[in-house]
């Protein structure tokens, strides 16, 4: 069992990943200034290709990453550690718990929580039921839940056991591309294709992080038009809002200050808790208390449907809502799963992998249930009592119609806007830490001005994104993040395939299976010797 590498050597930056990811990324943004209208056409016509010819393969691999997490975590292989065999967890749960949380969706529930349920009960999935119906508010939360609940762990999962066990279990680096190497091996002529492995890596990361930031830049910007600060909401105030972003959570991964990004995410926990109970105390409070055991139950009951929902039916309509929702979910979770899973892999040493299973997935799956019935049961209370909340903007202005229909409103939008900036910061500065870490061969310690450089392109892409968009910068995003997730997909299917063939040689499982070798001979040998 080896040590966690090195890495706190000087940081050595491979040229190759960081420069061909640079280039791309650098291709990208030129392109995008000179000719956004173009870009945005062409993120559009290869969406549309990939959700018509390979949606299918999403679906499949989305859901197969769910069988396959939790089949390890009830296997043989569940006691297996992250680390040595005596070895203690490195964090205390409720730590363990808390900071897996916020690295995984807090500012996607801050944008979402109204948003989706309330989407999904004014237009249900189609061949569905009907809209605004006691059937549609069922529908509408098994739906939400089937995006946020199991599914997305389990894409984090995958990384993370996968980096985990690697590192403190076998003495790799933490490189994406380490965990290939049960597969590859050392032969000559597999390393390039480790190189490729982690340019799709810091690719997945880069666009994931812009489309978060550029999630939060509408979110925020809604708030402040809502709370009368901007009059209009145009491209010059989303780009300046993502300038200030971007220094900030720069500033706060250059300055290494752990101490103070802790506090700031703890803070921040606390702050969506208390805004959480007060719209459940001030809202409809029995409304939303009811959809919580009716969600759940939905959610299980209409599993297998939800996760057979294809385009195969030919439905231009479907595809339509594919596209939108389902498909472009996996597509931002697989393209988070290198950061998030980095991420869960560095806080998870000395835990079982059915410990991790059992956490990673069903403690964040519990929040997600609770989360979307406070928000999205108030939309739908206040939807069915006559205030259009769903027509009252795009889904980043929907939290602030509701917020407006609660007792003081100024002070809930002035922390809706708080906890989303908070929220991104906390989370961007990790991966632009991350990035720089697979440009710079694992170290966990990058330089400087590999973090800045990670930094100001994720916050130059996000601005490219919401230009390409226009006037439906959501699309825009959307679209590139799809695009920018399909090559890492295959990846992780990869990484479930070399993960399984390590665990089958790990030191314990052959200890165990020389020991019911031995059993099993002493048990064949007992009845000769009673009989001779």
């Known amino acids: 069992m080896g040590e966690l590498p090195a890495g706190t050597a000087r940081a050595s930056t491979d040229r190759v990943v960081f420069g061909v990811t640079a280039l791309l990324v650098l291709f990208f943004l030129g392109w995008g200034i000179a000719s956004p209208t ?28 769910v069988v396959f997490v939790g089949w390890l975590a009830l296997s043989r292989y569940g006691s297996i550690p992250l680390g040595g065999d005596d070895e203690e967890p490195e964090f205390h749960t409720l730590s363990w718990i808390a900071m897996m949380f916020i690295a995984g969706m807090g500012i996607g529930l ?3 929580g109204v948003a989706e349920p309330l989407a999904h009960y004014v237009q249900p999935p189609p061949e569905t039921v009907d809209p605004m119906t006691a059937a549609a508010v069922r529908t509408s939360f098994a739906t939400t839940l089937f995006h946020w609940a ?24 933490q490189m994406i591309s380490s965990a290939f190497a049960p597969l590859l091996g050392q032969r000559r002529g597999v390393k390039p294709l480790g190189k490729v492995v982690d340019v799709l890596a810091l690719l997945a990361t880069l666009f994931g992080s812009a489309a978060s930031l550029g999630i939060g830049t509408l979110q925020i910007s809604s708030g402040m038009r809502s709370a009368g600060w901007i009059a209009a909401v145009s491209i010059p105030v989303l780009v300046v809002i993502i300038g200030v972003l971007t220094i900030c959570f ?16 703890g803070t921040n926990v606390v702050l969506a808790a208390l805004l959480a109970l007060f719209v459940l105390v001030t809202g409809p409070t029995v409304f939303i ?6 969600s759940i139950g939905n959610y299980v009951g ?10 195969a039916t030919g439905s231009a309509a479907l595809d339509e809502w594919l596209s939108h929702w389902t498909i472009f979910y996996w597509a931002w979770w697989i393209s988070w799963a290198p950061f998030v899973g980095t991420f869960l892999a560095r806080i998870s040493r000395g835990r ?14 519990a929040v997600s249930v609770v989360w979307f019935a406070i928000f999205g049961g108030s939309a739908i209370d206040l939807q069915r009592g006559g205030v259009d909340v769903a027509g009252s903007g795009g889904e980043e202005v929907q939290i602030f119609t509701v917020i407006r229909a609660l007792p003081i409103p100024t002070a809930l939008t002035v922390l809706v806007i708080v906890l989303v900036a908070i929220f991104f910061i906390t989370g961007a500065d990790s991966a632009s830490l991350v990035m720089g870490k697979f440009s710079q061969r694992g170290t966990i310690s990058p330089r400087k001005w590999m973090i800045v450089f990670w930094g100001v392109a994720t916050g130059s892409v996000a601005a490219i994104m919401l230009m390409s968009g226009g006037d439906h910068a959501l699309e825009g995003i959307q679209n590139l993040t799809f695009l920018a997730s399909v090559p890492f997909a295959l990846v992780m299917v990869l990484m479930c395939v070399s993960l399984t063939k390590d665990l089958r040689g790990d030191e314990l499982i052959h200890r165990r299976r020389r020991a019911e070798q031995v059993l099993s001979k002493l048990a064949d040998e007992e009845p000769r010797d009673e009989t001779g």
């Open 250 to 265: 720069v500033a706060s991964a250059v300055s290494g200050v752990s101490r103070g990004i802790q506090w700031l995410s």
């Open 352 to 365: 079982t992998i059915r410990q991790f299973v059992g956490g990673v997935l069903l403690v964040p799956s």
């Open 302 to 311: 209409d599993f297998a449907s939800m996760a057979a929902r294809t385009g």
């Open 289 to 294: 208390l009811s959809l919580i055991p009716t």
């Open 150 to 173: 199991l599914h997305p762990w389990a894409i984090y999962a995958v990384v993370g056991l996968t980096i985990a066990y690697g590192t403190f279990r076998r003495g790799r680096r």
């Open 38 to 65: 173009t870009l945005g056409a062409f993120a559009e016509a290869g969406l549309r290709w990939a959700v018509d010819d390979i949606g299918w393969g999403y679906s499949l691999a989305a859901t197969g990453f």
């Open 110 to 112: 801050m944008f979402f």
